[in-house]
């Protein structure tokens, strides 16, 4: 179903062998493993903004993390800046990455659809009975190919132009155009580039969605968070250096992707018992991985306190780092150490100066947020409200401060 929908540029997805190890080496070129200093000052700048956004109209909060992830990789990948102030239908990259990550997200499972059990449905016309998978894929190829040109054609228009912000795109494409690098390398490029987008643009938001939702629904753990950040940071705002001391874990509760990416088995293979032929699709229930009672002791709760002793951990076997949130072996997101420090900065910086509670409606009643997330390739709570507040007049000013920072 993916490459009916244009999204056979997601190299997460491609068949494993030369075309994908080019895609991967040339992402991780830019993203080595570990090695995300660089990154932090952005990350930082857009995490103030989220802040100050959040101050502003904070029943927004959902656009606004989405803004804030969006702007981090923008700038990254193409040097594309986005807008301090977004609306719902105002920044056209904030808004494609939202239209056309919620439709892959609803149909980039496997099995899904019934064409990815029997790829030979993919040739029947879209106007027969039974084929509204064509006609969805036809509407939805749209924005995933937008997704894939409008960015990089806008690199290149400027690069032509002389006026291309340093990126990754930019950089690459330097070495494209001059000759250094051979012209192939574009196609690469330009789908690494789309995937790099497409990525940060959603999992970041699905993680910091569900910290609001956690900390309205645990007053008693965002308390505890919030004395261990005030022990450590003493009246100001987090900085990277400060992670040492603020282990807060956020993504074993619900992982960001519940069935995580579809690994192809490239020979016969066997596992406690159960045969596994070659050209087998595996699906693996990231979900089940880290609520498993026996790792993960009471595993519907959310307790953050669970990752505090990690020695005995180790020794009883129980709690361990859910690494499996970011998937397995060649599939495992070769982004995930910049998604963890755009994640980290963003908890630490929201709970150091705001309060997140319960809303409450028109009679003063507070209303519960449910527990419900959607199903699908990528996992968001469903629509909540929450009451976001600085915590102190100190808070706010701190805040305001960081526009300040920024302008200096």
């Not at 016309?125 to 054609?153: T, V």
Request: aromatic share 10%; net charge neutral; proline share 7%.
């Amino acid at each position: 179903m993916l490459d009916r929908m244009g999204w056979d540029w997601l190299f997460s997805s491609m068949k494993y062998g030369p075309v994908w190890k080019q895609h991967r080496n040339l992402f991780l070129k830019h993203f080595p493993m570990n090695i995300t200093a660089p990154f932090h000052p952005l990350q930082t700048k857009e995490t103030h903004v989220l802040l100050r956004n959040l101050l502003q109209r904070p029943e927004k909060f959902l656009l606004h993390t989405r803004r804030a992830a969006a702007a981090i990789i923008l700038q990254i990948t193409y040097g594309i800046q986005i807008d301090e102030k977004v609306d719902e239908d105002g920044d056209n990259y904030v808004a494609l990455a939202d239209k056309a990550m919620s439709n892959l997200a609803r149909a980039g499972l496997f099995g899904t659809y019934m064409v990815d059990y029997l790829p030979i449905l993919k040739h029947i016309p879209p106007w027969m009975p039974g084929a509204s998978f064509r006609r969805l894929a036809l509407q939805w190829r749209k924005l995933a190919l937008e997704m894939l040109n409008r960015p990089y054609d806008l690199v290149k228009q400027k690069m032509r132009d002389g006026m291309a912000s340093p990126s990754i795109v930019a950089s690459e494409l330097e070495d494209i155009l001059s000759g250094r690098a051979p012209q192939e390398n574009e196609r690469i490029l330009k789908n690494v580039a789309a995937t790099s987008y497409a990525a940060g643009a959603d999992t970041t938001v699905s993680a910091l969605v569900s910290l609001f939702l956690t900390m309205a629904l645990h007053p008693e753990i965002q308390d505890k968070a919030q004395r261990q950040l005030d022990e450590v940071l003493g009246g100001r705002l987090p900085v990277f250096e400060d992670r040492a001391q603020l282990p807060f874990i956020l993504l074993r509760w619900n992982p960001v992707t519940p069935l995580g990416l579809n690994h192809y088995v490239t020979k016969d293979d066997e596992y406690r018992g159960y045969r596994i032929p070659k050209g087998t699709t595996v699906t693996p229930n990231i979900w089940a991985i880290l609520h498993d009672p026996d790792v993960y002791p009471d595993p519907l709760a959310f307790n953050p306190d669970r990752f505090e002793n990690a020695e005995k951990n180790i020794a009883q076997g129980i709690n361990e780092i859910p690494d499996a949130a970011f998937g397995f072996g060649r599939r495992m997101c070769p982004g995930r150490w910049l998604a963890f420090d755009s994640i980290w900065i963003a908890v630490a910086s929201i709970l150091s100066v705001y309060r997140i509670s319960k809303a409450v409606d028109e009679n003063g009643k507070l209303i519960e947020p449910k527990v419900e997330f959607s199903s699908g390739l990528i996992s968001f709570p469903k629509p909540f409200k929450c009451t976001i507040t600085p915590r102190s007049p100190e808070a706010a000013k701190l805040i305001l401060q960081t526009e300040d920072v920024q302008q200096c």
